[in-house]
């Protein structure tokens, strides 16, 4: 169950992320015109609103976004909606409909749903001039909008591109509601009757996942997971799921093995309580067989550091994913200037521009063949990697999401 | 020191991408949707694009040439829409119709190609672009070079390229003020030159201030 919690309703005590951290990464300049931005919107309210404090991607990047939207002078507050396990077994269930999967949701589970929905507007206060609501959990709280303002904004994270129809047609009765709706690529949408926009997910240079790292602790995580460090290292970050393909990752390096020495390091979450997972990793396991040069790590949640060492360490990192979200692994490799050869699905192909940021694939060959390329044209995969950077600098950063958040608000409100 | 007549105002330009719905799978629905696409569509997908990427300078030129490349496997078709240069351009309108006539002329003489399924679909997006004036202004040659210096590259990319858009139209900001404002007009026409497509917005920054440095003392 989520706890209810509100956090930074202005710029709180203490040590917060401030914008100021950023200039030394994205520049001065850069800092002040996100400033300027925010002076046209000085004294205005936000509100986002999610259904988890912590863990996942959507509260990770919130945990950043509002204390920097705070920090420009906007007063910002982030609520999480209230649940029980029920609660969160139906959104499960929507969330995995939404994606495409078989699902007819029962009369009581939309009763269920509607019912939580309820209560949290009870609960909540909608005074903001902007509320941003994120996902499909909490996107019928927009019940409670009265007349403008605020302005109401749904923020989907997840590719709705596919859905099971009956139940897209429930959340587009509240979706239809709102004033705009921002999406991760223009590969996830639909077509819907309020205007869209883009905002590519973000990484924060300056998390635990992407800070530069000393090299002693790289040296010592590989020597942690027996990684020999003077040879090649080829990566995937993943957890052990079908649709990441590791089998094909482990395909792909046997036909490299063929022609240049490597080792392969398959990095992943625990699989403990997801059946599926366990399944997978055992057909891993079975695939990698005896070989000492295959590495497979069970890792757990709070393993942002070892993460962050492991793709540092890396010669290519590789993304061999069958259907993909956005795809932040591949952003984090290419903050770290790593050549990825990655394959052309969901939101990768925005990351990863074929021969200038890294090399885009359609099969395990095509996967072999560009690891091999990069492997013998070092120089190449160094620009690319170089390039990879410019490209998160440009359009993935942290810094670029608040931008986008304002200029957001700014065009909602008639403002721009 | 020569003062200006008027003063230059950095400016920032920062956009939002608004998604269209419009999408091709293939050549001719790519033919179809330009016709019919908007300039803000066109203005997204060629001079917004080219700021984004702005680091790579190999080849690199407009989201049509890319996706005929990498989604439809036509580098011929690439190559030529690649080689539209926006700085040729006034108006939208005019870019988007040699984008139009280019397709058409390609898929007249590759009818094959029309039909054929491209790897990833071709999303149509508009730039909502919104602009801010910056701390930085000038009124004489130096304290210009000193403000180039302090600002982002995408101010240089709003005064240097999409400049041309607006009146007065088919020159960029720098060049225009240096003429009109501060009479250097053999400035302005050298900066005038500095190719965008070969050069990243860092190169062409430090080139412009290059060919300052010797006006400093006049």
Same mark, same amino acid.
């Given at each position: ?5 509100t ?14 951290d ?8 850069e ?8 002076? /046209?919107?000085?004294g205005?309210?936000?509100?986002? @609103?999610?259904? &988890?404090?912590v ?9 950043r976004?509002v ?9 910002? /507050?982030?609520?999480?909606m209230?649940?029980?396990n029920?609660f ?23 009763e269920?749903?509607?019912?939580y ?9 909608f005074?903001?001039?902007f509320?941003?609501?994120?996902d ?8 409670? *909008?009265g007349?403008?303002?605020? !302005?109401w904004?749904? /923020? =989907?994270?997840?590719d709705?591109s ?6 897209w047609?429930?959340?587009?009765? %509240?979706v239809?509601?709102y ?12 077509p ?18 992407n800070v ?9 995580t ?12 080829? #990566? ?6 079908r ?5 094909g ?7 490299v093995r063929?022609?240049?020495? =490597? ?16 399944? @997978?990793?055992?057909?891993?396991r079975a ?7 295959i ?8 393993s ?18 069958l259907?993909e ?6 952003t984090?490799a ?6 990825v ?8 192909p ?6 200038? +940021?890294g090399?885009?694939?359609h099969?395990?060959?095509g996967?072999?063949y560009?690891i ?10 160094a ?5 990879g !950077?410019q ?7 942290i ?5 986008r958040?304002?200029?957001m ?7 721009a | 020191?020569?003062?200006?007549? +008027?003063?230059f105002q ?9 998604i269209?719905?419009?999408r ?10 330009? *016709?019919?696409?908007?300039?803000a569509?066109?203005?997204?997908? +060629? ?6 990427h ?5 080849g690199?030129s407009?989201?049509?040439?890319q996706?005929?490349?990498?989604? =439809? ?6 190559? /030529?829409?690649?080689?539209l240069?926006?700085?040729h ?6 870019l988007k119709?040699?984008l139009?006539?280019t ?15 491209a790897?990833?679909? %071709?999303y149509? =997006? ?6 801010v004036? #910056? ?9 210009f ?5 302090r600002?982002s590259?995408? #101010?240089?990319?709003y !005064? %240097? @390229?999409t400049?041309?858009?607006r009146?007065?139209?088919?020159v960029?900001? %720098?060049s225009?003020?240096?003429e ?13 030159q500095?190719?965008?497509y070969t050069? &990243?917005l860092?190169?062409?920054r ?13």
């Amino acid at each position: 169950m989520a706890d209810g919690l509100t956090t930074e309703t202005t710029s709180a005590p203490g040590k917060l992320i401030s914008l100021g951290d950023y200039s030394s990464i994205v520049g001065s300049a850069e800092v002040d015109e996100i400033r300027a931005l925010a002076q /046209r919107l000085s004294g205005k309210s936000v509100h986002m @609103v999610n259904s &988890t404090a912590v863990g996942g991607g959507v509260a990770e990047i919130l945990s950043r976004t509002v204390p920097i939207l705070c920090d420009c002078g906007l007063r910002c /507050r982030w609520d999480v909606m209230t649940g029980g396990n029920d609660f969160f077994e139906v959104t499960k269930a929507f969330h995995n409909a939404l994606h495409g999967m078989p699902y007819k949701a029962s009369a009581q589970a939309l009763e269920l749903f509607l019912s939580y929905t309820e209560q949290n507007i009870g609960q909540l206060t909608f005074d903001g001039d902007f509320v941003v609501i994120h996902d499909p959990q909490p996107v019928a709280l927009v019940k409670a *909008r009265g007349t403008p303002p605020p !302005h109401w904004i749904w /923020r =989907c994270h997840i590719d709705v591109s596919n859905p099971q129809p009956a139940l897209w047609d429930f959340v587009l009765n %509240f979706v239809r509601r709102y004033d705009a709706a921002l999406f991760s690529s223009p590969s996830f949408t639909r077509p819907l009757p309020i205007p869209q926009y883009l905002v590519s997910p973000a990484i924060d240079p300056l998390s635990q996942k992407n800070v530069p790292l000393d090299g002693d602790f790289v040296q010592k995580t590989l020597e942690r997971f027996s990684i020999d460090p003077k040879r090649t290292i080829l #990566t995937q970050v993943s957890r052990f799921d079908r649709l990441k393909d590791p089998l094909g990752v482990i395909q792909a390096y046997k036909l490299v093995r063929k022609y240049k020495d =490597c080792q392969l390091v398959l990095a992943g979450g625990g699989a403990a309580d997801d059946p599926e997972g366990g399944q @997978v990793l055992s057909e891993v396991r079975a695939a990698a067989g005896n070989d000492p040069d295959i590495h497979i790590l069970e890792l757990p949640p709070w393993s942002a550091l070892e993460i962050n060492a492991l793709q540092r360490a890396s010669t290519i990192i590789i993304q061999k994913s069958l259907r993909e979200g956005f795809g932040l692994t591949v952003t984090e490799a290419l903050w770290k200037k790593k050549p990825v050869v990655a394959s052309a699905v969901g939101g990768i192909p925005f990351q990863v521009i074929h021969k200038f +940021t890294g090399m885009l694939t359609h099969s395990v060959e095509g996967t072999a063949y560009q690891i091999r390329f990069l492997l013998s044209n070092p120089a190449i995969a160094a620009r690319l990697g170089e390039n990879g !950077h410019q490209h998160v600098k440009e359009n993935f950063l942290i810094t670029g999401n608040v931008k986008r958040y304002m200029l957001m608000f700014l065009n909602v409100s008639g403002a721009a | 020191m020569k003062m200006a007549e +008027t003063l230059f105002q950095f400016m920032a330009a920062s956009s939002l991408t608004r998604i269209t719905g419009q999408r091709a799978t293939m050549l001719m629905e790519l033919l179809e949707e330009l *016709r019919r696409c908007s300039p803000a569509s066109i203005f997204n997908h +060629t001079f917004q694009t080219l700021q984004e990427h702005h680091f790579l300078t190999g080849g690199f030129s407009n989201d049509f040439a890319q996706w005929a490349l990498t989604a =439809c496997k036509e580098p011929q078709l690439a190559e /030529r829409l690649a080689s539209l240069d926006i700085r040729h351009y006034e108006t939208l309108t005019d870019l988007k119709a040699d984008l139009v006539a280019t397709l058409e002329d390609y898929l007249a003489l590759t009818p094959e190609a029309a039909r054929r399924r491209a790897f990833e679909p %071709f999303y149509f =997006c508009e730039a909502v672009t919104v602009v801010v004036p #910056t701390q930085w202004q000038a009124k004489t040659l130096p304290e210009f070079c000193e403000a180039l210096r302090r600002v982002s590259v995408h #101010t240089v990319y709003y !005064h %240097f @390229v999409t400049a041309r858009l607006r009146e007065p139209l088919a020159v960029n900001d %720098f060049s225009w003020w240096l003429e009109s404002s501060l009479g250097l007009k053999d400035l302005g026409d050298k900066i005038e030159q500095i190719d965008i497509y070969t050069h &990243t917005l860092e190169a062409v920054r430090q080139s412009i201030l290059e060919e300052a440095t010797p006006w400093l003392t006049v």
